[in-house]
């Protein structure tokens, strides 16, 4: 059963770290407006709307990936005092209660969202001839499939935790600096 989590976990990291790269095509773009706007006085209405295309593909195609990481925001106050069983039961309970109703409603109305899209070949509306929108409304339904996915390998650790008392361990991705253990590892105090 490892196995598999850790596998949907990888799939999950991989598209992650696939779209991470829009931001780096999102600040190449940037800078190119900012040079052409203000070096060639010759602005590009396109670059709004491609901006927020690409932010929202970029942040919708990383929340597999973060929920693999376990990096969403939590209120940490009183979960970090429970036991590994509580919090598993609490999170399970929120799983059913609020994450599989908004991710399986984010999948099913994406999918026709970005349907309508398609047949109409939506352009945006938000600058005079803007780009095509059709195709980037694809990415809805897609996360939301991929989200509902890791969503169910934490509902299947939560089930885990509860029957074993401790979390099952993940597979290392990144982690955040820890100063005291930084601090440590130079032997500083």
Not at 9 to 35: P, Q
Not at 74 to 94: N, V, W
Not at 155 to 165: L, V
Request: hydrophobic share 50%.
């Amino acid at each position: 059963m490892l196995s598999f989590l850790h596998a949907v976990d990888r799939l999950s990291t991989k598209v992650g770290h696939l779209f991470s790269w829009l931001i780096v095509a999102l600040t190449l773009m940037i800078s190119y407006e900012v040079f052409t706007r203000y070096a060639l006085n010759h602005p590009n209405p396109w670059v709004f709307d491609m901006s927020y295309i690409l932010y929202g593909i970029h942040f919708m195609m990383a929340g597999a990936y973060t929920l693999a990481a376990n990096g969403h925001v939590r209120g940490d106050i009183m979960y970090g005092f429970f036991s590994a069983r509580t919090q598993a039961t609490l999170d399970l309970i929120l799983y059913f209660v609020f994450f599989l109703p908004g991710v399986i409603a984010l999948t099913y109305a994406g999918y026709y969202f970005a349907e309508d899209a398609w047949v109409i070949k939506e352009m945006s509306s938000t600058t005079a001839d803007g780009p095509a929108i059709y195709p980037f409304k694809a990415f809805i339904p897609l996360a939301g499939a991929f989200l509902l996915f890791q969503g169910i390998v934490e509902i299947i650790r939560c089930i885990i935790c509860i029957r074993d008392g401790a979390w099952p361990k993940r597979e290392d991705d990144v982690e955040e600096v820890d100063v005291e253990k930084m601090k440590a590892m130079v032997g500083q105090k």
